[in-house]
């Protein structure tokens, strides 16, 4: 009897193990599926800013670091690098918040300050974006004497984002040394 007591403890301990090690997995799962580097494209639906030209939702290469479910987003470009936002995950879904500054004169830039809220599927991520357009300091409408500030209302933009995972390699982008695509 003491032996089938000794088998039902091992096989206790075993399945308990068994349950542990497919917990850990699941967790290790959530770490690493965002993580990467990956190609964001995106469009807009609805423009509340019509006359700030070429302003709208994440695009390009952007790097996610993922640390449980806390997301770090950066932008690795010819344009611009580094940490342009974070965010959370959970399972397939996750949030974003992002702070961009895109020059559009000397003197003046646009903030867009951008939420995505998204899904993941495979090597894919697809997102609802808002964006929340202003002007920084020293900017005025175009047209006007510089000596004549206005005070021009911020503004919202719609669109999707949709982003691929890039190969092992990378994103596979080009820098031009004077790269036309780049804000100021």
């Known amino acids: 009897m003491n032996q089938t007591s ?7 301990i075993l399945l308990l193990s068994a349950c ?10 959530l770490e690493t599926r ?8 995106s469009i807009v639906l609805e423009d509340g800013c ?12 952007i790097r996610i670091i993922q640390t449980g ?3 770090v987003l950066e932008q690795n470009g010819c344009c611009r690098s580094g940490t342009i936002g974070t965010g959370t995950a959970d399972r397939i879904t996750f949030t974003a918040t992002s702070t961009r500054t895109v020059p559009i004169s000397p003197d003046c830039s646009y903030q867009l300050d951008e939420v995505d809220n998204g899904i993941i599927r495979g ?13 920084t300091s020293g900017c005025y409408a175009p047209g006007v004497a ?10 919202r933009i719609q669109g999707k984002v949709d982003a ?3 190969a092992s390699d990378g994103c596979g982008i080009m820098c031009l040394a004077i790269d036309p695509l780049c804000p100021l």
């Not at 542990?20 to 799962?29: E, K, Q, R």
């Not at 510089?146 to 503004?155: G, K, L, R």
Request: with cysteine; net charge negative; hydrophobic share 40%.
């Open 69 to 71: 479910d806390s997301l």
């Open 34 to 41: 965002f993580a990467g580097d990956w190609m964001f494209s």
């Open 6 to 12: 000794n088998g039902s403890k091992r096989l206790t």
């Open 123 to 135: 090597d894919r991520l697809s997102a609802d974006a808002t964006v929340q357009v202003s002007l």
């Open 164 to 166: 691929a995972r890039c």
């Open 146 to 155: 510089a000596s004549v500030a206005t005070a021009i209302e911020p503004c």
């Open 20 to 29: 542990l090690a497919l917990a850990c997995n699941h967790s290790n799962d």
């Open 50 to 61: 019509p006359s700030n030209p070429a302003v709208g939702p994440l695009t390009g290469p």
